[in-house]
């Protein structure tokens, strides 16, 4: 299956910064989702976007779509350690409703 | 319950034994998923089910892999003859239809079963 991208793949920034990832995908979506996995746990949703949508907000996350770049960012304002985590972008497309992976981004936030 | 629920967390197989996993979707959730998470990065998607009715399972090794949702149980995954690249993660998730557009909603994942075959 193919898999979207992300970059950066990496990420180090100090407590207080705003972090940015971003994503790309292959293929017209219904909805794009944004999770967030903790070293070795389940994956936790955050927030998904639809294909009418070009920006959504929750709490500290903001997450945009541009649907002609096929590209979704994800920033997360004023980071916390407790942010550190693997983030991933999830597609949804077709009549099947499976979930597209990117292949993550590692950030950590240094207190 | 508000969770998806995967049992057991950690399993441990010898190559060529069978192993069973298990997924309880989130209550009035008709759609379940099931995805293969290897090198801690890389997701794979195997089947999928609306209600107990397969969905898609074009992810699915057939040999080997098997998967039911039958109703008032919990639904299954179970490999038979394990191999070593089947040591992963496996995580279940669950979604409500989105009336909208026919579609899935949010898709909620449970904590995952680590499958280890040595």
């Known amino acids: 299956s193919q898999q979207g991208e992300e970059d950066p793949q990496a990420l180090s920034i100090q407590e207080g910064e705003n972090a940015t990832m971003n994503c790309s995908y292959k293929?017209?979506?219904?909805?794009l989702q944004w999770y967030r996995q903790n070293s070795g746990r389940g994956l936790v949703h955050l927030i998904l976007?639809?294909?009418?949508?070009r920006e959504k907000h929750s709490g500290r996350l903001r997450v945009t779509l541009d649907t002609s770049k096929k590209s979704s960012s994800l920033l997360i304002t004023a980071s916390r350690a407790a942010d550190t985590a693997s983030y991933f972008c999830?597609?949804?497309?077709?009549?099947?409703?499976?979930?597209?992976f990117g292949t993550g981004t590692k950030l950590q936030v240094i207190p | 319950g508000e969770e998806v629920a995967q049992t057991p967390k950690h399993l441990v197989r010898g190559e060529g034994q069978k192993a069973k996993l298990y997924c309880a979707p989130i209550?009035?959730?008709?759609?379940v998923f099931w995805y293969q998470q290897v090198l801690k990065n890389e997701f794979k998607f195997l089947i999928s089910?609306?209600?107990?009715?397969?969905?898609?399972e074009t992810g699915m090794p057939k040999e080997r892999f098997s998967a039911k949702c039958l109703p008032n149980s919990p639904c299954s995954l179970e490999i038979q003859a394990t191999k070593l690249e089947d040591s992963a993660v496996y995580f279940c998730?669950?979604?409500?239809?989105?009336?909208?557009?026919?579609?899935?909603?949010?898709?909620?994942f449970g904590p995952g079963t680590r499958l280890t075959v040595l």
């Open positions: 209550k009035g959730h008709s759609y």
């Open positions: 089910f609306q209600n107990e009715n397969v969905f898609d």
């Open positions: 998730a669950s979604s409500q239809p989105f009336v909208e557009t026919g579609g899935t909603d949010t898709q909620y």
């Open positions: 999830g597609s949804i497309s077709g009549g099947y409703q499976k979930v597209t």
């Open positions: 976007i639809r294909s009418n949508e």
């Open positions: 293929t017209s979506i219904n909805n």
